[in-house]
């Protein structure tokens, strides 16, 4: 699909598109940044930071891939948003790093609800310790939630998992965060599901393969 087309369908929906331009080359991203795209999402420090040094500095850059503490001071505080939080020691890593540098940084808070990773996500403990600490955290402002579908092209699996993600997503906002005008992004939606996504209430889309295949 083209770039055009597929922001178009992005602001007419009221969503935020971010391009997954990881793998992709310095030139391909700059491809679609002259076409105007400013927020790119990439999963691997090192790739972003190697990338990034060649690229504008006026890209919003998002880290969407698991991410662990030790790679924290390596994104920080040059990073946009980082989606990819899920868990009580990453969210303390962020926090103690951005306090040093003396920024705040954006993040989500990512849920596992697909079926090949339901056994990775956080139980209630786990999830009650990082909002507590989330809640009151200086140097962290928690937009909203990330989440994936499972990797399937069965509508009825998807629109589950989104339901389940969207109604995550009010739980924390009138629960823990309705103070919190920062919290309201939704990213959910990739090239295979995006429109899916949308239609359940998403309102920022990760996308890769869609946008830079057609190139
Ligand atoms: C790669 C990736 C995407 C984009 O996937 P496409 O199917 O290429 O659109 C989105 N989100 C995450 C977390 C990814 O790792």
Known sequence: MDYNSLLTFCKENNTELVAVSKTRSVDEIMTLYNLGQRHFGENRVQEWREKKDLLPDDIQW???GHLQSNKVKYLIPEIHLIHSVDSLKLAEKINDVSKSKNVTTNILIQYKVAQEESKF???????????EFLRTAVNIRVNGIMGMGTFTSDESVLSKEFTTLISIFKRLKNEHFIQNENFKIKSIGMSGDYKLAIEHGSNMVRIGSLLFNSL
């Open 62 to 64: 998002h880290l969407i």
């Open 121 to 131: 996500g956080l139980d209630d403990q786990e999830e009650n310790a990082l909002i």
